[in-house]
């Protein structure tokens, strides 16, 4: 089993709809945990960190983390043809090593 | 301005032949890490290092050497590339183990 699993995708939505991306975790000694945005060819940019329990909202952008279920999934609401990237789950597990899923990617259709 | 700088940021080279990428943070972080991205299979963890003179296997680290001498920079090397090392690479850095990474431009490499 890998320590951080996503749905690949690809994902697709309409404009101005509502992207759902889930991430599910092995490590339950896991602390911190992040979405990054990555366009094809380009480095990973940081979108929203989360590191207690309930929903963090910033923008269109809300993280919810549930530890005891070992998920953690990212909404992005009126979704945009810019939002059309790869989203990879990210965390620091026990070992404090930074490891990431292979990433989900959303297609947003104009 | 805050950045993770590595260079270069494309290299074609032979097999066998050793080469060095870098990467330099001026953010004071103590957390450094490498990285390679391959198709499908997301970015995987090839060193880290949590501070000065301590440094960790990742996911992958077979064929790869790293070493910390400084906090702001983070060497990779290939003693002896082989092709299946043609990947592209980043570096990242983070203040300390469970704050957010930031990450270099990239360097794309191809072993022939």
């Known amino acids: 089993q890998k320590e951080v699993e996503q749905n690949s995708g690809p994902l697709s939505v309409p404009e101005g709809a509502i992207a759902s991306l889930n991430c599910t975790y092995s490590d339950r000694g896991s602390q911190s945990f992040f979405w990054y945005r990555q366009y094809s060819g380009k480095s990973p940019e940081l979108i929203m960190f989360?590191?207690?329990?309930g929903d963090k909202e910033d923008g269109r952008f809300t993280a919810q983390l549930n530890k005891a279920s070992q998920y953690v999934s990212l909404l992005i609401r009126d979704s945009q043809p810019s939002d059309s990237a790869t989203y990879l789950c990210a965390l620091y597990g026990s070992a404090r090593q930074l490891t990431f899923g292979s990433g989900t990617q959303l297609t947003v259709l104009p | 301005e805050a950045q993770v700088t590595q260079n270069p940021r494309y290299l074609i080279t032979v097999t066998g032949k050793k080469l060095t990428v870098t990467c330099s943070q001026n953010?004071?972080?103590?957390?450094m890490s490498w990285y390679r991205q391959d198709p499908g299979l997301g970015l995987r963890q090839i060193y880290y290092?949590?501070?000065?003179?301590?440094?960790d296997k990742g996911d992958v680290p077979e064929g790869y050497k790293v070493s910390r001498k400084e906090k702001r920079n983070f060497p990779l090397i290939l003693e002896s590339p082989s092709p299946n090392q043609t990947s592209l690479y980043f570096c990242?850095?983070?203040?300390?183990?469970?704050?957010?990474?930031?990450f270099g431009q990239g360097t794309r490499l191809t072993v022939v």
């Open positions: 290092s949590m501070n000065v003179e301590v440094t």
């Open positions: 953010m004071n972080h103590e957390y």
């Open positions: 989360i590191y207690s329990n």
């Open positions: 990242a850095s983070s203040l300390t183990g469970t704050t957010e990474a930031f």
